[in-house]
């Protein structure tokens, strides 16, 4: 029986029920054209099979690899039918995940020679006919040359139709994508029929270990044909019941009642349990209307179950609050108020021993929101400085070419900004050079006097500084010291570190490097490097445009010991921390103790994957990833009484019931029979009386669709600092758990509710269409 808002609806005594107008499925049968080509179905609903560019790709193209001046290899690369990845040719055959690359796993597709490895090695190729793909985290770039001009740029426009595609994608459309790839990759004969055994072989393929008589009962259930075979219409039921969302359906059918169908009232009730700000039917209406996808369902202004599933798998249903993905914080504060995402050592890819250098590992920090990137500037050849890790057998690469990169890719992501951290070895003559180039490469965008004639010591805001690169170095002879002494931007090194490498040649370069030349302490306008030694109760008047670079080690000192008086002289001045130089590794520290003193420039070794980097882009993963956080308000006051060390009495509750996981990834591509057994952990970062994991059950062999419905509770006193990371990991009883996925985000962008939590690798590239689903609730007092 239907309820009295349908009464409006008019509609004529021949036509069917509006509820079973919008039963709409949530796959769709292929089209008739698809039937002998199942793959193409993928390209088909992105809208590209008739793209010639991209069809040029289905049929492959013979490109040039290039390494090295003396390394060009010919390799065949072919787009696949899934529209997602792209094979391609090796010398030596290895497993089949090793052949191929996923369009979603591309950072930026570059013509001609706009890489380090193509202006180095590429010039027998004509420019025209060269192109880079670059990753996402730590993979290599693709240096390739094409045969013709034309056939390079088929590839560049193809890539960049399907990244684009790939981009606008639904969460539903990607899930859609990504089960037909796999349906493509299990019919084994490729005629579109689908065996028992086949759909076994899915089943493994998509992490799920599937009781055989429940499975084969779910296959008999949709073989209408009785044919042993499932083809057309029964494949699409049998997804159709493999994806099935028993939880969604349960929320679904609480607020919609009999008729299975949300009227907007309904779908604002629901939104106002969740805790949405200013929900209104106005609002609800305009959801029905975005995610609705029955065109029946819209016109009457009701959502189906799968509308609502479209709504909650959006960002709108995410758990990352939408309004906090542009710049939505004040910019117009001093730069000492922020939170600036910084690098360590930033043109190494590897290890700070024997690792290589290169101007790709400045292009990749930036491409990740950083802002301020490290120069460690030794005196090089042909008065040409260059940068590389000192005394190590890392690569050397030219001053000039890192400043090259800096005026090409700094400002790609974000128009706020750019702090270049020198770490001067140089003598005199190549300061000036490195002056010279400085000035030269960047011209107008360098900052070479102070903005504000009138106050030339007050730090500007990142608003008054956008487009614009600052220099942090010595600066004379202001950087003298109250002994007379001229200060050395170096970093400073720990009483055990000093005594430990005192020998004579680091005496003859600290000697060498006491020494400033005019050219390169001209540059030093805002930010100036000085000795941070004692912190006094009483602070001499404020001098913000000196910064100071403490290791992780002394800076651990200065929370535990000064506590608020540290954190009151973040209020004024810049203060830079980086890793111990006992991290042979490039391992890192924790950025969130540093943070909770209002540290600004915590720098990382960005090439470093691990929590401490997730940390990291969970701290700037918000005010549109520009890189730039406004600090607490108890981090920005000159006269604040707080001490990360003794925060107080719990202010807030966080609640997270863990319910399920969808589509995980699965870990051993090569073994159909290894299917994860995940557990969830949730975990606090914020100041030490806050910190804090816990986590649910495994579940035995699913990475489909677990359950859990457990929950996790925290009690949080400094809330504003605190990050809650999101971790999945495959349990394992005799060695450590195997990371899956993971999510980091600060506990105030953190929506309430019934929420999608999208996964991310370990490198932070997309893991999708892999989510978890849970239900926040949030508690302050």
């Known amino acids: 029986m239907l309820c009295g808002r349908w009464r409006s609806c008019r509609r004529r005594p021949e036509e069917p029920p509006v509820a079973a107008q919008v039963a709409a499925p949530l796959l769709l049968a292929p089209p008739d054209g698809d ?68 369009v979603q796993h591309i950072e930026a597709v570059r013509e001609g020679h706009q890489s380090e490895g193509l202006r180095r090695f590429g ?84 992490n799920v270990d599937m009781n055989d008589m429940y499975a084969y009962r779910l296959f008999k259930e949709c073989d209408h044909s009785n044919n042993e075979r499932l083809e057309g219409a029964e494949i699409e039921e049998f997804l159709r019941r493999l994806l099935k969302r028993p939880e969604l359906e349960e929320i679904f059918h609480r607020y919609s009642g009999e008729d299975r169908v949300l009227s907007a009232p309904e779908l604002l009730e629901f939104l106002e349990d969740q805790g949405e700000d200013g929900a209104t039917l106005a609002h609800a209406q305009q959801l029905i209307h975005t995610y609705e996808l029955n065109e029946t369902a819209k016109q009457h202004e009701l959502m189906t179950l799968d509308g609502f599933m479209m709504y909650l798998l959006s ?56 802002r301020c990137v490290e120069l460690d500037c030794w005196e090089g050849p042909g008065g040409e400085p260059v940068i590389y890790h000192g005394h190590t057998l890392t690569s ?11 005026r090409d890719h700094a400002f790609t992501l974000s128009p706020y900004p750019v702090i270049l951290s020198l770490e001067n070895h140089c003598g005199l003559e190549q300061q000036a050079v490195m002056a010279r180039h400085l000035r030269a490469i960047l011209g107008d965008v360098l900052v070479t006097q102070a903005l504000d004639s009138q106050n030339p010591e007050e730090l500007p805001s990142p608003e008054q500084l956008k487009g614009r690169v600052l220099v942090k170095g010595k600066k004379l ?23 430990a490498e005192a020998t004579e040649q680091r005496r003859r370069l600290i000697s060498q490097a006491k020494q400033i030349s005019p050219e390169l302490s001209a540059l030093a306008v805002y930010c100036c490097a000085t000795r941070l030694r ?26 535990r010991e000064a506590g608020n008086s540290f954190v009151r002289h973040n209020t004024r001045q810049l203060t830079r921390v980086y890793p111990l130089g006992l991290r042979m590794n490039s391992a890192n520290y924790s950025p969130q103790e540093m943070w909770n003193s209002g540290c600004q420039l915590v720098a990382l070794n960005f090439q470093t994957p691990g929590y401490e980097m997730d940390l990291n882009a969970g701290r700037f993963l918000i005010n549109g990833q520009c890189g730039y956080i406004l600090k607490p308000a108890c981090l920005r006051q000159p006269d604040t009484t707080f001490d990360p060390e003794c925060p107080g009495p719990p202010r807030t509750t966080l609640t997270i019931q863990v319910l399920t996981a969808q589509q995980l990834p699965k870990l051993n591509t090569e073994k159909p029979n290894s299917i994860v057994d995940p ?33 996790l509770q925290f009690q949080l006193r400094a809330p504003e600092l605190v990050l809650v990371r999101f971790v999945v990991e495959d349990y394992d009883t005799t060695s450590p758990n195997d990371f899956v996925g993971q999510f980091t985000l600060p506990l105030n962008s953190l929506k309430q509710g019934y929420r999608h939590i999208h996964l991310l690798s370990k490198d932070g590239a997309s893991l999708s269409p892999a989510t978890l689903f849970v239900h926040i609730r949030i508690q302050r007092f």
């Not at 639904?170 to 899930?175: A, C, P, T, Y």
């Not at 202001?478 to 970093?491: K, N």
């Not at 404020?542 to 080690?553: G, I, K, T």
């Open 35 to 102: 039937t002998k080509r199942p793959g193409l179905r993928a390209l088909k609903k992105m809208g590209l099979t008739e793209d010639e560019d991209v069809r040029a790709m289905l049929r492959g193209s013979r490109l040039c690899k290039i390494r090295s001046r003396t390394w060009h290899k010919e390799r065949l690369y072919r787009l696949q039918e899934d529209g997602l990845s792209v094979w391609f040719q090796r010398r030596i055959p290895r497993a089949p995940s090793q052949h191929i690359f996923f």
């Open 477 to 499: 002879p202001a950087a003298r010291s109250e002994d007379g002494r001229i200060l050395s931007d170096q970093e400073e090194e720990d009483e055990e570190e000093e005594e």
């Open 396 to 406: 050397k690469i030219l001053f000039r070419d890192v400043v090259q990169a800096v």
């Open 679 to 711: 557990l969830v952990r949730v975990e606090i970062h914020g100041v030490p009386a806050d910190c804090a994991r816990k986590e649910t059950n495994y579940v035995l062999n699913n990475g489909f669709n677990p359950r859990w419905g457990q929950t």
């Open 123 to 206: 010039g027998a190729f004509p420019p025209a006919r060269c192109l880079t793909i670059a990753f996402k985290g730590r993979r290599k770039n693709l240096d390739l040359a094409a045969a013709t001009p034309e056939e390079a740029q088929r590839w560049v426009r193809g890539l960049a139709k399907l990244r684009a595609r790939l981009d606008a994608m639904s969460q539903r459309e990607r899930l859609d994508h990504w089960i037909h790839s796999y349906l493509h990759r299990a019919d084994s004969n490729q005629d579109s029929k689908m065996s028992f055994k086949e759909i076994k072989s899915l089943l493994r393929m998509v």
């Open 315 to 370: 960002p709108e249903g995410a758990a990352l609050d939408p309004a906090h993905t542009c710049v939505f914080q004040d910019m117009d504060q001093p730069l000492s108020h922020y939170f600036i995402s910084s690098s360590h050592n930033t043109y190494l890819t590897d290890s700070q021993i024997g690792g290589p250098s290169s101007t790709e590992a400045y292009v990749r920090a930036f491409a990740q929101g950083c």
């Open 534 to 559: 004692t912190l006094r109760p009483n602070p001499v008047p404020p001098q913000p445009c000196q910064v100071s670079s403490l290791s992780e080690r002394k800076a651990k000192k200065l929370i």
